[in-house]
């Protein structure tokens, strides 16, 4: 086994990256609102954290302008992408897109709890309020309560997820 590490415990960032690129993750779209304007983006650091009461949550890079959005509003929605959604996943992991078109070609409907969006064709999708946040780092851990939830029905069943650094397919049932 290769390991790398300094005597202090910290590690190279492009270490840490490759070790952890080996770990399969899903994909979602995290929407929110800000001024009544939609602000979106991928996130592969998205777990469920609780069942009672039901808990996820969802880590936030501090340096996109997703977390001033997401921590001023304190309500979000999640969707989990579909195999066939990666043009999806590709769009929303790009900085710098327009918020106005960002969402142009794309179906969606507002939660019917908290108006955030939530993508037609996606596996399932969460709305949550913001519960708690901490900090993590660059990023803030955002942990969200559920409330309200819906399964999909996709075109593809499989589901989109990520390992190795490349979006891989995993097949549905």
Known sequence: MVSSSEPSGSVAPADFRAALG??????TIMSTLQDGVAHAMTANAFTSLSLDPPLVLVCVDKG???????LDCGYWAMSVLA????PIADRFARSGRDLYSQFDGITTSAGPKTGCA????????LECRTWATYDGGDHTIVVGEVL???LGEP?????LIYHASHYRKLPGA
């Open 22 to 27: 080996r770990f399969a993750s899903g994909i």
């Open 64 to 70: 996109v302008r997703m977390h001033a959005a997401v």
């Open 83 to 86: 195999g066939d959604q990666q």
């Open 118 to 125: 939530v993508l037609e064709g996606a596996l399932s999708w």
């Open 148 to 150: 309200s939830l819906g």
């Open 155 to 159: 075109a593809d069943p499989g589901a």
